[in-house]
């Protein structure tokens, strides 16, 4: 018998989240929020401030599971299961406000999480040194290695907490707002970077106020408005959006 009949659909995305409600006491942070983040491309996550966004990530990452709704991973339905274990399963994250290890090295921190994710994995093969090397190399802290991580600037140091993400072999990576605090010049190293992690295949999930940066590398873009998903589509169609001009794009201008 054929494992797949011709009219099965494709896999399904990697990461999906449908009509996912958070509320705190008597505020409705998300009312319904539907998206898809897939391999091999980096998908934009916009909105106002206080739009959802960061609850979102919560949601998709166990730290604040959903009220009602589903995220599923890899077509699992993983919304109940506990923030560890969806680490584990390959969903990485980088803070809002940023965390790191301040007392640790640049090394030891992309070291760490290397090492951890050789406990999880049981991959005694992997030289977790040399992929700590070869990360803060690709991030371009390589002349930082040594520098305790609270001695930099935001900017060095949201790439450390990004080499830290990328050291537990993610499948995705939710990314909250990595981009302020970084100068013009990280910022246009930092979307090259982004572009080359999706071609390899990584999947990437961007909350971003900087308009610019998210049309530059988003393939799809989901625009967030007081909990709701107001709108979907490529970069130029966002532009468009006379919904999205009004709920975001007016009031970041
Ligand atoms: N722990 C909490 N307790 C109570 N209300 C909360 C909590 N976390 C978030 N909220 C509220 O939920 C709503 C959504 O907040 P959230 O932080 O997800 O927005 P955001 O889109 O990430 O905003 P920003 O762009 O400012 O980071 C806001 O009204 C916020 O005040
Ligand atoms: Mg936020």
Redesign the pocket.
């Known amino acids: 018998m054929p494992s797949r009949k011709p009219s099965e659909p494709a896999a399904p995305p990697l990461l999906e989240c449908r009509e996912v409600k958070v509320s705190?006491?008597g505020?409705h942070?998300?009312s319904d929020a539907t998206l898809v983040a897939d391999r091999g491309m980096v998908t934009g996550l916009i909105?106002?401030?206080?739009?959802?966004?960061?609850?979102?990530f919560n949601a998709i990452t166990g730290l604040?599971p959903p009220d009602t709704g589903l995220v599923r991973l890899d077509g699992e339905d993983i919304s109940q299961v506990r923030p560890h274990r969806r680490a584990r399963m390959g969903i990485a994250r980088t803070f809002?406000r940023l965390e790191v290890f301040g007392s640790l090295t640049v090394r030891e921190n992309v070291l760490v999480a290397g090492e951890i994710w050789r406990r999880w994995s049981k991959n005694n093969e992997v030289d977790v040194a040399a992929q700590a090397e070869e990360l803060i190399e690709r991030v371009g802290l390589r002349h930082l290695a040594r520098e305790r991580v609270d001695s930099l600037p935001t900017g060095p140091a949201r790439l450390v907490e990004m080499a830290r993400a990328l050291a537990t072999n993610p499948r995705i990576m939710l990314m909250?707002?990595p981009g302020s605090g970084l100068n013009e010049a990280e910022t246009d190293e930092f979307a090259g970077l982004l572009i080359d992690l999706a071609e390899e295949g990584l999947a990437i999930l961007l909350?971003e106020?900087d308009v610019e940066l998210v049309m530059r590398v988003c393939k799809r873009i989901f625009v967030?408005d007081f909990?709701r998903m107001i709108a979907e589509g490529t970069p130029k169609e966002i532009q468009r959006n006379k919904a999205v001009q009004a709920a975001y794009l007016g009031t970041a201008a």
């Open positions: 705190f006491g505020i942070a998300l909105g106002p401030n206080g739009a959802g966004k960061t609850t979102l604040h809002q909250d707002e909350v106020h967030l909990g």
